[in-house]
């Protein structure tokens, strides 16, 4: 048996409210749940399914709420969700509910919240869930679930009773927005800087932020209007700038893609307009523009992933490593990508290789302009494909300026995230002639070792939005020092660790154009 309201109730955002007695017995299955009216991202689970209330008989009163993406499902046991108790789900009506915003989905029972699931702005295969959806109310006998321990004949008839069915649409409005400039088609020269101007209003509450893509990449932010972006010394080749606003409520509007161009050509670029700066975190989703043979080398012409960059045939997925993200997976060897990078510091340097394998891993190189800096770099078994860990690479030469570097895969069956590469013993003398700054800079922490405080001291050559974070030697966040909008010039902060334990951290400096991390070690 079953009730739905497709094309005659369909709703995005909002409160569901379902009053209803189940029925018991082994082999039932009812359910309360939702499907989306137009399959924008493509059949399930791509386009989601919301599951406001499960029950199996076999299991009495045990009430389950869940959602299925392509990231999260049961086909390969991601789904997430969870269990709450109701003892008196077939003597008694109780109110099943979900409350749906553009940030998240929570699911309760008589108002008892037992359950959520974050937006985790990582697209619609995280999260589908700004589309509309219908209403499904049914019994299921038997299946994969429901009928896992069989059916008791006896139990027939049996019936769901509903009280009540109510929604209560979300009547907020979302934000409106504007790229002023550049124009769509404009042409700017190398090593040009360009500067981008957005409007956008929201007229029932505030614009929280608003944030620049290159195509699928974040590559600024300014929560404060007006949003001004200024991307220096770009570099040659073609782009599609998007800006998006979020307001308070949640609601996000995107302006439609400018596509600009830098330089003659639309050859082989870097993926963020600059070169990928080093000392820096080098996200390895972001690989460079240019295709097949140019910028990657890839087994197979699909991504498998289908998570990121899905037109192009590097293989990327969800990640759930610390900070989330994508990683590049199903690696084969004789693979490759290419990342334009720009040396800050010739010298010595290390390199932690964020990295999973459930099987038993593979090896990959590091090389720059052809020749290998790194490496082999071997991957051993770490549990799973999403069980992180930190393989450390020291000694690891480079030259100042741009480069090509290429990560090369020796052998495969593993994930790779990320790179973060970083400058040894590395400061900046400061400016004798001019009282400002004319570069970002951000110095070694002194003393190192040091126990339990230390100060950290950076240059900034113009007004920007500033953060300073502390990590652990897994990549953990553990303290902010600065999240603010700063002026011009020479700063310190001293920073008491005496909360932390001994060990190994680092401190990352960025602002919308640059960023910089450091190695620190405190000893107690």
Known sequence: ARLRTLNQGDWKYGRVEVRAKLPAGTGTWPAIWMLPTDWVYGGWPNSGEIDIMEHVGYEPGAIHGTVHTQAYNHT????????????????????????????QIRVYVDNNHYFTFNNQNQGWQTWPFDQRFHLILNIAIGGDWGGAQGVDDSIFPVKMYIDYVRVYQNSASAPTINMLNPAPGTNFQPGETIQIDVESNDTDGTVQKVELFQGEAKIGQDDVSPYEFSIDN???????????????????????????????????????????????????????????????????????????????????????????????????????????????????????????????????????????????????????????????????????????????????????????????????????????????????????????????????????????????????????????????????????????????YFFRLSTSQHSAIRKMLLIK
Request: glycine fraction near 12%.
């Open 234 to 504: 770009a570099y040659s080749g073609c782009y599609e700038l998007k800006a998006v606003a979020t307001d308070n409520d949640g609601y996000v509007t995107a302006t439609d893609p400018v596509g600009i161009t830098v330089g003659s050509g639309c050859g082989k670029s870097p993926y963020g307009i600059q070169p990928e700066p080093i000392p820096g975190i080098i996200e390895m989703e972001n690989y460079d523009m240019g295709g097949a043979g140019v910028s990657y080398n890839d087994n197979d012409v699909a991504n498998q992933g289908n998570a990121f960059r899905v037109g192009e045939g590097v293989d990327i997925e969800v990640a759930s490593d610390i900070g989330s993200g994508y990683n590049i997976g199903f690696i084969e060897s004789g693979e490759w990508v290419e990342y334009l990078v720009d040396v800050e510091y010739s010298g010595s340097h290390s390199v932690i290789s964020r990295v999973a394998s459930e099987t038993g891993g593979g090896s990959f190189v590091i090389e720059m302009d052809g020749e290998v800096v790194a490496g082999p770099i071997t991957v051993n078994a770490t549990g799973g494909w999403q069980t992180w860990q930190s393989v450390f690479t020291e000694n690891v030469q480079l030259t100042r300026g741009i480069h090509v570097m290429r990560v090369r895969f020796i052998s495969g069956s593993f994930n790779i995230n990320k790179l973060t590469i970083f400058a040894v013993s590395v400061g900046t003398e400061p400016d004798p002639v001019n009282p400002l700054p004319t570069e970002f800079a951000l110095e070694q922490n002194y003393p190192n070792p040091f126990n339990p405080s230390t100060t950290i001291r950076y240059s900034l050559p113009e007004n920007d939005a500033v953060k300073l974070v502390v990590y652990d030697i897994v990549g953990k966040e553990v303290a902010t020092l600065i999240n603010d909008r700063q002026q011009p010039g020479k700063y310190e902060i001293n920073f008491d660790a005496q909360h932390l334990q001994s060990g190994t």
């Open 76 to 103: 390969n046991g991601t789904q997430v969700g969870a269990v709450t108790g109701v003892p008196d789900f077939d003597t008694n009506f109780h109110v099943y509910a979900l409350e749906w915003t553009p940030l």
